[in-house]
């Protein structure tokens, strides 16, 4: 096969996986293959991920488009920072992350710059063993020590010190932990993140812009200051 033809057939594959088959056959039917636009992206390979990034962060935001206020609307007591806040912060998270518990400096930082700033914790066990530390968790927010036990379940690392160091009624905790409401949440949690797309934690809604991974602060600042309140 002559270097071209393998190079716009190679092309064209790359821009079915970014953007499904309809759009490769548009690519190539429309001449694309063939002209600048070809030889800027062979010239510049790096630019295929970034297009397949923005690709994917388009379509999340449509899928979040389509969904309505369910994910910003917290489970009870589950909220960090202002609870009646106009900028929305939400984060999927899970106790046995480390690039979950490595964000908790960002997302405090964020909270203690801004009054305005509510956080809407979804938890997303998705790691062995944090199944449990995802109900006790609910279970502190129905207490009203939602933080507490937040900051604790991360320094400590067991959920029973934790709850313990968060004041909860255990009686209570354990009863609420074990309930449908909880169960309930957490598998809606998943659903959520599901349909968002994302595959890992943590994972982020900045105002209404889908963000997968441990981004850091500024990348999470500027998308929240990029996005109007309310």
């Known amino acids: ?3 071209s033809s393998l190079h716009n057939t190679l092309l064209t594959a790359l821009t079915a996986l970014a953007f499904g088959f309809l759009g490769a056959a548009i690519w190539s039917y429309a001449g694309l293959a063939d002209n600048r636009t070809r030889r800027f992206l ?3 390979p790096d630019m295929l991920p970034q297009m397949v990034e923005a690709y994917e962060a388009q379509e999340a935001e449509k899928r979040l488009a389509g969904m309505g206020d369910e994910v910003f609307t917290p489970f009870p007591g589950v909220v960090l920072g202002n609870p009646q806040g106009t900028k929305v912060l939400v984060e999927f998270t899970d106790y046995n992350c480390p690039y979950c518990e ?3 400096k960002d997302v405090n930082r964020l909270v203690a710059e801004d009054p305005q700033l509510k956080v809407v914790i979804r938890e997303w066990p998705i790691f062995e063993g944090s199944d449990a530390a995802a109900r006790m968790a609910l279970a502190a927010g129905l207490q009203g020590k939602y933080r507490a036990f937040h900051d604790a379940m991360f320094r400590l ?4 010190a934790a709850a ?3 004041g909860l009624d255990m009686a209570r905790a354990e009863a609420d932990a074990a309930s449908d409401a909880v169960t309930a949440e957490i598998a809606n949690n998943l659903e959520l993140a599901r349909a968002l797309g994302f595959t890992g934690t943590p994972a982020w809604i900045a105002g209404h812009k889908p ?4 981004v ?3 990348r ?5 200051d990029e996005s109007p309140p309310g």
């Open 1 to 3: 096969m002559p270097q």
């Open 42 to 44: 062979l010239d510049n």
């Open 102 to 104: 490595a964000s908790l």
């Open 157 to 160: 690392g067991d959920v029973r």
């Open 164 to 166: 313990s160091a968060a």
């Open 211 to 214: 963000i997968g991974g441990a």
């Open 216 to 218: 850091g602060y500024d």
């Open 220 to 224: 999470l600042k500027a998308a929240l």
